[in-house]
Every structure is written in structure tokens, then in C-alpha cells.
């Protein structure tokens, strides 16, 4: 049978890489996304998912992070939770668990603890050189404002065997309160899977997705019949238009999407970009733009693009 | 036009006593969904709510909340939070800011301490009693399982200007893991709200209800022309038997619902008290005693029925 990956920003890929031979080789779905997202989890240069993630208002990396497992809807999630060098693997332990499955703050530490995950401190010189910065600026008469920097990693997963899973993990808003917990941890909101069907996963204004429950609907339009690209077009569209005549504002939302056949398709209201691979297609990032709502042009990223995103992100702090 | 509420167990009884008349005389919604619940915190002998509900593995309360208001699907929640006298309020005030709507832990008490909201000490005598002997039988050999005891209030409100609003309150499950959240703060899963169409909220085994946001998806059924009952039954039960394939077990599920006319259904797997008030009812209790799955015959209360109640949960805890 058919294995694909796909995932939310540029850093998936280095995800994809990662778990995609495993996949080949016969792996389990499961174990892919938690061998991608812990890839990207440890690189220190992506500024909002785990290791070197940006710090909330107090200066302190909290993070959020789910998993969940498509064949029986298993389903595990961390939010606020601090100190842990791999959510996604706390999550999917959680997963497992028959009660407790989603823990927040010092608890969510405490299970880790009590299953020896390894502590590890997640601000890394240089987010605490942003942190600082921002603090400055804010001081000099800024409004202490929630930085518009929130990019979560999703990651899909299909393997030979049909089974399904998807993972999600992200230290959150730049800034944000203590304990804010974004869409990231929350079933149906930042993800949502079924083998038999297809799966989803989030990233953008946590605050907004989670007005109501996109990932689910996606795979809900998937199973009554739409192929992936109605789905998310149908599902996510409408309501952004709807969220703006009903409350005025809307922020960003970005979605990634797979059937159980390894078709997938994004929609997004910011240019987003995303990762996929599959056994005709070695791990590749494409880029969407979009133009009036609900239409997005979508094409591999260019060397050029690829180059400046690296560049960008290991650029030294000022 | 019509005011109508509707809210899980007993309990909810005392919350719609308290807030009807406010709707009758012209209240919103809103208000009306934050008085009910929080007389409901507030009344010591409810077990599962507020003051007097039951500790987690530590022998500390920790609360989940949230409010959502349907005109223009502004949401607010709370996990794992100590020391609130009433975390709806909480939950309702962070519904109101335009980022960081959802706090757990240490975060949200930090917000509720920020805007002045009371503290108390949440453990009383009565839930001390229940632990300590919960921890005695636990001690004599007990492996520490969880009490499946984990009844949440979920109260819904329509008003005479046609909005809604949903909210919810719970301790959760008894001796829970520390930091563990249900689904009651989980938009989608415990509570969904649209004031054109309707809403739902949520009572039973957390873990289990947010494998698929059922309250979201009975308020979408009504978007899609299914009256109040049937949005409820054919999204409720084909849940439950799919989980029990897929899972192998099946927890305990529970729904309120009510259409923006004041139409109410409920949806449960296991005996089930729920409590309803309108323009022509005055706040009656009702019975719901599930046969085979999907059917469900529904009494109102007799006075021997909540007379049991009553000494039940006032009994002295020995």
C-alpha cells in the first residue's frame, strides 16, 4: 500500500526526511510523526517549536503538543507545559494511557518525570536575545502586545499498512500569558485523524481556530464522501467569512490535509508553506499564496526561497 | 421572543432557579449562563463542581471551565486551575480578550489574580473525607484508578434577543492525574455555541468525548436543517458504537442541546438528570434512563427521586 507524509511550514521537511524511509521500509505511522516532530523539536533554529522556541511574557519556553492515533482515536495532549525536551513523545505516551490523557502545566511535568522522559532547558541563547529585545522595546513605551508569531508544526502520517496519525507541537504566541494554550493540543481544533478517512492539522491564530473545530470538519467532509481539496475548501473558507461578519476579526489559519490514500491539499489565508513525501515524491516544501479568499497558488519552493528561509532563521540576533 | 436553559444533572436545577427570572425580565444570555453556574460552584454539596468538588491524586481541586458566547463565537476556558471561587467568571473574562482566551495551571490563577477575581481555598471538609479514605482503601492493597465519578455542569441560555451562550464547570475526574483536563474546557468537544442555529454541552468521561467534538458537530447538524432531536441522535450514537469498534470501550456520554428557539433534546448513555426552564416551563428536573442504545425514556423527577437526591448528597460522609 501507498506511505505519505505532509506538514505545516518549511520545517516539516527536515520531518519528513527524517521519518519518510522508515515509512517506506514498512514503519508505522505513529512512529513517523514522532520521529519527524522530535527532528524538529531538537533543532534550535526553528523560533516557536520545541528547543529554542520563543518564551511567553515571563521569559519561559511553555509548550504545547498533541498526538492522536487514527485507527482507534487514541489521543494524548500537553499544553503550558515547560521543560520537557519532547512534547510529542509525552504526548503520545498520554495517548496510550486509558484516563489522563491530555495534562497541563507542572502536572503534565510530573507524568514525564514519573515516566523518565528526558528535562531539558528549551531557551536557547537566542530566543532569550529576542526575549530580551522585546522587553526593551516594550519598556520604551511599546504596549505589551502578543507577537504575531505562532507557527506550529503538524505532521500527518499514512503508513503501508493504511494506518493513520497526526502530531502537533509548538511553543505557542511570542509573549503570551503564562499558561495560554493554543488550538495545538485540542482534538478537532489543531488536529484531528481517522485511518479509514483522512486526517488534518492546524497552524495559525490558536485563538481564532479554535472557534470552531476545522480539523474535524475536514475529515467529517472527507467522510461523507468529498475528496480532500472540497473538504478543506468547503470547510475552511466559509468559515473565516463567516468569523469576520461574526466578530469582526480574523487571524491566521492554515491547514494541512490527507486522505487515507495519501491525496492531500492545504488551505490558507497567509502565504504557508508545507512539506510533503511519498513513494514518488521524495520529501519536497511547496509554497502557497493566496490570492481572494479561497484561492491559493501553490509551487515548489524555489532554490532561492529555500536558501533565504536558511539564512533567515540562522541569521545571528541583534 | 423566547428565553430559554437547559443544563446537565440535578445540579443544574439550582442554576436555573437562580437565573431564569433574569432572562424572563429581559437578561442576556450570557449573564444568565454565569450566574446559573456559578450558584452552582458555589453550593458546597455538588461533588463534581466548584467548592466541595473532589481532589485529584494530590488532594488538590483543580477546576475546568468555559464560556462561550454565541453571537460571535468568543470563547474562554480554564484547565487544571486551583484556589478560583468561581472559574466560570474566569472563563467568561478571558472570552473577552482578543488573545490568550484559554489558560491552565499556574498562568490562569496569575490572570484571575491580575483582575482581581476572589480566591478560595476550593477543598472542604466533606471532599477532605472522600480523600482520605479514597487513599486509605488505595493504601490497603487498591490499585489508584480513577473514581468514575466526573459530573459537569454544562448550562445553556438563549435569550429574549435571540443570542446564546454555553458554559461549563467541573473538578473532573476524582483523583485525577495532577494537571489532567477533560473536555469541558475543550470548544467543540464540551460545549459549542452559535446563537443563529444552537447549542450543546457535555457531561461524562472526558477522555472519551473529545475523540470526536460532538457538541460542535450536533450544532452543525442543526446548521444543516436537523431539528434539536434528531441533530443529537445522529451524532451521539453512531459515535458510541464506532468508538466501541474502533476502542474496544466506551465511557460514559452525556449531551444537552438546544435549538435557537428554545427546542431541547439530550443524548446519554447512562442514566442521566437534566434541568430546563422556559417561558411556559418553570425550572423542572428531568430523568433520562438510556435502553438500548439511542433509546431513552425521559420523566420528569418525582419528588421521591429528588428527595433521594438531596439527603444523598448532604448525607455525612463517614
Redesign the interface.
Known amino acids: 500500500m501507498k506511505y505519505a507524509m505532509i506538514g505545516t511550514w518549511r520545517m516539516a521537511q527536515d520531518g519528513v526526511v527524517a521519518a519518510l524511509p522508515s515509512l517506506a521500509q514498512g514503519g508505522i505511522a505513529g512512529d513517523a510523526v514522532e520521529q519527524a516532530i522530535m527532528t524538529i523539536e531538537d533543532y534550535p533554529y526553528f523560533k516557536s517549536v520545541g528547543y529554542g522556541g520563543l518564551p511567553?511574557e515571563h521569559g519561559i519556553v511553555?509548550m504545547d503538543s498533541a498526538f492522536m492515533n487514527g485507527?482507534?482515536?487514541?489521543?494524548g495532549a500537553v499544553?503550558?507545559v515547560r521543560n520537557i525536551a519532547n512534547p510529542i513523545k509525552l504526548s503520545r505516551l498520554l495517548s496510550q494511557q486509558?484516563?489522563?490523557?491530555?495534562?497541563?502545566?507542572?502536572?503534565?511535568e510530573?507524568?514525564a518525570d514519573e515516566h523518565l522522559l528526558p528535562r531539558k532547558g528549551m531557551l536557547s541563547a537566542r530566543a532569550k536575545k529576542r526575549w530580551d529585545k522585546k522587553v526593551d522595546q516594550v519598556k520604551q513605551g511599546g504596549r505589551l502586545t502578543?507577537y504575531d508569531g505562532h507557527d506550529t508544526v503538524g505532521m500527518l502520517a499514512l503508513d503501508r499498512s493504511g494506518s493513520m496519525a497526526v502530531g502537533t507541537s509548538t511553543s505557542g504566541?511570542f509573549m503570551?500569558?503564562?499558561?495560554?494554550?493554543?488550538d495545538s493540543p485540542?482534538?478537532?481544533?489543531g488536529f484531528y485523524v481517522d485511518s479509514q478517512v483522512g486526517g488534518a492539522a492546524a497552524t495559525g491564530?490558536?485563538?481564532d481556530m479554535?472557534?470552531?473545530?476545522l480539523c474535524?470538519?475536514i475529515v467529517?467532509a472527507m467522510e461523507r464522501g468529498a475528496n480532500v481539496q472540497t473538504a478543506v475548501d468547503q470547510t475552511v473558507y466559509p468559515f473565516i467569512e463567516k468569523?469576520g461578519q461574526?466578530?469582526?476579526?480574523v487571524g491566521e489559519f492554515s491547514y494541512v490535509a490527507m486522505d487515507n490514500q495519501g491525496n492531500y491539499a492545504i488551505a490558507t489565508n497567509v502565504e504557508f508553506s508545507f512539506a510533503v513525501g511519498n513513494e514518488y515524491l521524495k520529501p519536497t516544501v511547496y509554497v502557497a499564496i493566496p490570492g481572494e479568499l479561497g484561492k491559493v497558488e501553490i509551487k515548489p519552493a524555489t532554490q532561492a526561497w529555500l536558501d533565504a528561509y536558511l539564512a533567515r532563521v540562522q541569521a545571528e540576533v541583534k
Not at 71 to 75: A, E, I, P, R
Not at 98 to 108: D, I, K
Open positions: 511567553n511553555e485507527d482507534n482515536f487514541q489521543l499544553g503550558g486509558r484516563v489522563n490523557n491530555v495534562l497541563v502545566g507542572a502536572g503534565a510530573e507524568f502578543p504566541l503570551k500569558h503564562a499558561g495560554r494554550v493554543g485540542l482534538a478537532g481544533n491564530l490558536g485563538e479554535m472557534k470552531r473545530p474535524f470538519e467529517q468569523l461574526r466578530n469582526g476579526q
